[in-house]
């Protein structure tokens, strides 16, 4: 067997993953992808991606989402038939050393809630469960453009990182160190944007944006504290499907926590339907031992 461990992903690589992703999503009915992007973890040095070979297949994997270093979320896929023989818990101990090398302090296991296999791992683990996602996509059908729309759309420059900095921190609530990598990486890759909501020349929502491919994940969605509560984030989402679709995009995603009641209300009434349902199950790093 053979372990390697990687901070990104080859073309070759991915193609490797794709390719298990699809056997076990036909075995185990998952919907979900594997997310094959580093350039949002919060260090870039970070080994991030680990893969055991048989010979030239790939036969288990385990990747992390790393965007603060106050958590990391873990997804792990192995192949059917080589399940149960140790790979994932070398794998998990190999990111676990990474992850104390960074003071990461915890991790997130992140399944979907029909994965049987899945379960049976965070419940060997201890992990304990914390919330659910739910993954939407907007559904064409249900969707109605606005005839007018009280704010105006901005798409920033990197002149306004430390502006969005501060708004995004009025909004979510995060670290000045947190909130600035993460504006910093969206401007620095080619597959992610920013969209701004104007109102009488004050910014007062934020909204960001991924492409993989046909498809597109809106995320980073907020209003300030003080316009909360008006339709301004019904008025933002607008704005942002609108620019995305006149750019010929036509399958849009949106995440949401099952803890966020409002947010999830205002997606659904926007035309968006639940597709995936995602399990996060919380466990501190240093115990993270099979």
Same mark, same amino acid.
Do not use: W
């Given at each position: 067997?053979i372990?390697?461990?990687?901070?990104d992903?080859?073309?070759n690589?991915?193609?490797?993953?794709?390719?298990?992703?699809?056997i076990c999503k036909?075995?185990?009915?998952?919907?979900?992808s594997?997310?094959?992007?580093t350039?949002m973890n919060f260090?870039q040095?970070?080994k991030?991606?680990?893969?055991?070979y048989d010979?030239?297949q790939?036969?288990?994997?385990l990747?992390?989402?790393?965007?603060?270093q106050?958590?990391?979320e873990?997804?792990a896929?192995t192949l059917?038939?080589q399940r149960?023989k140790g790979y994932?818990?070398?794998l998990?101990?190999?990111?676990?050393?990474e992850l104390?090398k960074?003071e990461i302090?915890?991790?997130?296991?992140?399944l979907?809630?029909?994965?049987i296999?899945g379960k049976?791992?965070v419940?060997h683990l201890a992990a304990q469960?914390?919330?659910t996602e739910?993954s939407m996509?907007l559904?064409?059908?249900?969707?109605?453009?606005?005839?007018?729309n009280?704010?105006k759309?901005?798409?920033?420059?990197?002149? !306004?990182?430390?502006r969005?900095?501060e708004? *995004?921190m #009025?909004?979510?609530e995060?670290?000045y160190?947190?909130?600035? %990598? /993460?504006?910093?990486?969206i401007?620095q890759?080619?597959?992610?944007?920013?969209?701004?909501g104007?109102l009488? !020349?004050?910014?007062?929502?934020m909204g960001? *944006?991924? #492409?993989d491919g046909d498809?597109v994940?809106i995320?980073g969605? %907020? /209003?300030?504290p003080?316009?909360r509560?008006k339709?301004y984030?019904?008025?933002?989402l607008?704005?942002i499907?609108e620019?995305?679709k006149?750019?010929?995009?036509?399958?849009?995603?949106?995440?949401?926590?099952?803890?966020n009641?409002h947010?999830?209300k205002?997606?659904?009434?926007?035309g968006?339907q639940?597709?995936?349902?995602?399990e996060y199950?919380r466990?501190k790093?240093y115990k993270?031992?099979?």
């Amino acid at each position: 067997m053979i372990l390697k461990e990687l901070k990104d992903y080859s073309d070759n690589v991915v193609n490797e993953v794709h390719h298990l992703e699809q056997i076990c999503k036909d075995q185990d009915n998952l919907k979900g992808s594997i997310f094959v992007d580093t350039t949002m973890n919060f260090n870039q040095e970070m080994k991030s991606i680990f893969l055991m070979y048989d010979g030239n297949q790939l036969i288990s994997l385990l990747t992390m989402f790393v965007p603060t270093q106050h958590e990391a979320e873990i997804t792990a896929l192995t192949l059917p038939s080589q399940r149960g023989k140790g790979y994932f818990k070398e794998l998990l101990s190999k990111a676990v050393q990474e992850l104390i090398k960074y003071e990461i302090p915890e991790v997130l296991f992140v399944l979907e809630s029909q994965s049987i296999t899945g379960k049976q791992v965070v419940q060997h683990l201890a992990a304990q469960y914390d919330f659910t996602e739910y993954s939407m996509r907007l559904d064409d059908r249900k969707y109605v453009s606005l005839n007018s729309n009280r704010l105006k759309y901005l798409k920033p420059s990197e002149e !306004d990182i430390k502006r969005l900095i501060e708004i *995004s921190m #009025r909004i979510f609530e995060d670290s000045y160190e947190d909130t600035q %990598g /993460i504006i910093v990486n969206i401007f620095q890759s080619a597959t992610r944007d920013q969209y701004l909501g104007i109102l009488n !020349d004050e910014i007062i929502g934020m909204g960001s *944006s991924s #492409r993989d491919g046909d498809e597109v994940s809106i995320f980073g969605f %907020g /209003i300030t504290p003080e316009f909360r509560n008006k339709g301004y984030g019904y008025d933002l989402l607008h704005l942002i499907v609108e620019q995305l679709k006149r750019s010929g995009i036509r399958e849009i995603v949106i995440e949401v926590d099952s803890n966020n009641a409002h947010a999830f209300k205002l997606y659904q009434k926007f035309g968006f339907q639940i597709e995936i349902a995602f399990e996060y199950y919380r466990k501190k790093t240093y115990k993270c031992t099979i």
